[in-house]
């Protein structure tokens, strides 16, 4: 079974850090992964997508890293500010044209 | 603005009622989704269409029937509605071949029934 999981539920980190969060998948076969952001009450906004041929890509203060043989992608967010708070989802492709999402991570920046 | 948009925004309705999700998309693309969002803000594909065709139908009950008038347009109607089909439902696009097929998402319709 195809199955995206984001450890932690949750995270609180002081503003100025450096951060890093977690996504694991069940199936190596991927197609694409993509990092979405979602603020409450509000849609996704796509952050990154990463192809399965690539290992990273970035965005401003975000990196995010595909590691297909250990099922792992990690969102990296360079010098958090207060406005990096909302949940983060990690989304998989796994080439069947759907994105299989994770439960995500609720990121709280501390001023 | 280039986008996905829903309509209505919310909607607030009665057990047993009949209603429907519009959703429109004017980024040119060919592949149109729903998905649903749990109250433990779960997503779960529903429905996927390319280019006015059904490709994806997952476990959803028959009482939800999309229909896609055209590539841009992929509405979503629900009979008889239940308490447990209270949801936030999205709507979202992509492109095949396109930066991978990344999908853009619409802000939501939040669906509660009383």
């Known amino acids: 079974k195809q199955e995206v999981t984001q450890i932690p539920a949750a995270l609180s980190v002081p503003e100025g850090e450096n951060l890093v969060l977690n996504c694991s998948f069940t199936?190596?076969?991927?197609?694409?992964l993509q990092w979405f952001r979602q603020d409450p009450g509000k849609g996704l906004t796509s952050l990154l997508l990463?192809?399965?041929?690539?290992r990273e890509q970035t965005s401003g203060r975000l990196n995010a890293s595909l590691d297909k043989s250990s099922g792992r992608s990690t969102l990296y967010i360079a010098a958090s500010q207060p406005g990096d708070s909302a949940t983060y989802l990690c989304a998989v492709n796994f080439g069947n044209e759907k994105l299989t999402f994770g439960t995500g991570t609720r990121l709280t920046i501390i001023p | 603005d280039t986008a996905v948009s829903q309509t209505p925004k919310y909607l607030v309705t009665q057990m047993g009622n009949d209603k429907s999700i519009k959703c429109e998309q004017n980024?040119?693309?060919?592949?149109m989704y729903w998905y649903k969002q749990d109250s433990k803000k779960f997503l779960k594909i529903m429905f996927s269409?390319?280019?006015?065709?059904?490709?994806i139908n997952e476990t959803v009950p028959n009482r939800f029937s999309p229909k896609s008038p055209d590539k841009a347009h992929l509405n979503l109607h629900i009979n008889s509605l239940e308490l447990g089909d209270s949801a936030v439902y999205f709507c979202a696009s992509s492109q095949t071949g396109l930066k991978f097929n990344e999908q853009f998402f619409g802000p939501g319709t939040r669906l509660t029934v009383l």
């Open positions: 269409y390319n280019n006015k065709e059904l490709i």
């Open positions: 980024l040119g693309h060919d592949t």
């Open positions: 990463i192809q399965s041929s690539q």
């Open positions: 199936d190596s076969a991927i197609y694409n």
